[in-house]
C-alpha cells in the first residue's frame, strides 16, 4: 500500500519561504497524480496545488497562484511544494494526497491516499 510521509513545514516570518516534500514508500509514484491541500484550525481542508502524473499537468488554488510552485521527481519517489511569499493566512497543516486519476483532481474524495500532514505557521 502507497505511504506518504511530508516534512519540511515549520515557522516563518511573513514574506518568507519553506519547501515541502511528499515522500512515498510501499509502492511508485508513477501513476499517481499528487495534490497538495491544507487545514487550518476550525476550517475545512482545503485544495491547495496538484500535479499529474507524469508532471506534465498542474494546477493551483487562486489563493496561492504565482507564489506557490509543485512539482515531482518520480525517481525520487518525492512531490515538492515550494511556497514563497507566505502570508499569516497561509498558517495550516499541510497534507500531501495520492490520486489514482491520471489528471489532476481538486476534491479530498478523489484521493485515495494521504500522509500525516506537516505544519506551516506563519507568523512575526
Known amino acids: 500500500q502507497l505511504q506518504l510521509v511530508e516534512s519540511g513545514g515549520g515557522l516563518v516570518q511573513p514574506g518568507g519561504s519553506l519547501r515541502l516534500s511528499c515522500v512515498a514508500s510501499?509502492?511508485?509514484?508513477?501513476?499517481?497524480?499528487i495534490g497538495w491541500f491544507r487545514q487550518a484550525p476550525g476550517k475545512e481542508r482545503e485544495f491547495v496545488a496538484a500535479?499529474?502524473?507524469?508532471?506534465?499537468?498542474?494546477y493551483y488554488s487562486d489563493s496561492v497562484k504565482g507564489r506557490f510552485t509543485i512539482s515531482r521527481d518520480n525517481a525520487k519517489k518525492t512531490v515538492y511544494l515550494q511556497t514563497n511569499s507566505l502570508k499569516p493566512e497561509d498558517t495550516a497543516v499541510y497534507y500531501c494526497?495520492?490520486?489514482?486519476?491520471?489528471?489532476?483532481?481538486?476534491?479530498?474524495?478523489?484521493?485515495?491516499?494521504w500522509g500525516q500532514g506537516t505544519q506551516v505557521t506563519v507568523s512575526s
Open positions: 494526497a495520492a490520486s489514482k486519476r491520471w489528471v489532476v483532481v481538486t476534491t479530498p474524495p478523489e484521493y485515495d491516499y
Open positions: 510501499g509502492y511508485t509514484l508513477d501513476y499517481y497524480a
Open positions: 500535479i499529474s502524473w507524469r508532471g506534465g499537468n498542474t
